[in-house]
């Protein structure tokens, strides 16, 4: 999905809906996930919400294994411990193996998280982007600034205040923009930057997209993060990095909204599950809001 002429229209993109979902339900494909304790179930659930099937195998001894057999592979860098970031090398490796030798849509997505508090978890993940060459690299405004190299104020998990990208400042958002979109270029990946406004940047030149979607109840529950690049690697397995990274954002971000009538974060949380499994294609394309940036 790729409009270089402006905005993607409705009709575009429910087309595009439709068409992915269904290949995703026919298809059912295997989805290699190496998360977090925090969020396994999460995001398991969130896979299965869409029509894939997750396996959350994270053992050194297995992985290489399983990503060999998997459509997609999603790594966070949550949480991490020795055994995990060794299993995340084999296993992006593995998958890129069998892309480079079947030339068939095997891909990865890294999440960069904590990578602003942590060196180890930055060498990390500079080591995956180096020698796994994921398709998707998502990270929160902070962290995108810290891999590409830019200034940046964030500590622990979460994006600093002076690294946010807001919908009332716009020169957030066209700041971030640029620097996602020299990210991309430089790395051959799509960058997805979650937040308020979620930027998503593509290698190729004006496929530079914002999100205008979500709710701030989101960042309120743990886990979204790290549902949403599962997600992301579910529509991977049968679409191209860009319009899977769209198709991602917006159907998390409109099941956030949807969820809002939920009493409570408990039930906020459940909700968004729920919302997942149920909001048709239709539903998504009309509360989408979704505009070109660059």
């Known amino acids: 999905m790729d409009n270089r002429n402006g905005n993607i ?9 439709k068409q992915v979902r269904d290949q995703l339900h026919d298809q059912a494909p295997l989805i290699h996930c190496i998360t977090h304790p925090i969020v396994v ?38 949480n991490i411990t020795d055994a995990r970031a060794e299993s995340m090398l084999l296993a992006g490796k593995a998958i890129k193996r069998m892309k ?24 990390l993940a500079k080591r995956f982007i180096k020698e796994c060459k994921p398709a998707v690299i998502k990270g929160n405004g902070s962290e995108i600034r810290a891999i590409a190299g830019a200034a940046f104020h964030g500590t ?20 971030m923009a640029h620097i996602a979109r020299k990210l991309a270029e430089e790395t051959g990946a799509v960058i997805l930057v979650t937040g308020e406004v979620d930027i998503i940047a593509s290698p190729n030149k004006d496929t530079t ?13 743990t886990g979204t993060g790290c549902m949403l690049t599962c997600i992301t690697g579910t529509y991977l397995a049968v679409t191209d990095a860009l319009t899977a990274c769209i198709l991602a954002a917006i159907t998390l971000d409109c ?5 809002n009538a939920a009493k409570g974060l408990g039930t906020y949380h459940i909700e968004l599950i729920n919302q997942l499994s149920v909001m048709t294609e239709d539903q998504i394309t009309q509360l989408s809001n979704i505009q070109r940036l660059l």
Request: charged share 20%.
């Open 9 to 17: 229209n409705k009709a575009q993109l429910l087309s595009c809906l």
């Open 41 to 78: 179930n999460d995001c398991a659930n969130a896979v299965l919400a869409l029509g894939g099937r997750p396996i959350m195998a994270e053992h050194p001894a297995e992985v290489a294994d399983i990503s060999a057999s998997a459509a997609a592979l999603t790594v966070s860098l949550g």
């Open 100 to 123: 480079d030798a079947e030339n068939a849509k095997r891909a990865s997505v890294i999440d960069l998280v904590g990578i602003t508090c942590s060196p180890f978890r930055m060498e």
């Open 156 to 175: 622990g998990v979460d994006v600093s205040a002076a690294d946010a990208v807001t919908a009332k400042d716009p020169d957030t958002v066209h700041s």
């Open 209 to 221: 997209y914002g999100i205008y979607n979500g709710s701030p109840n989101m960042a309120k529950v």
């Open 255 to 259: 099941a956030g909204e949807c969820a």
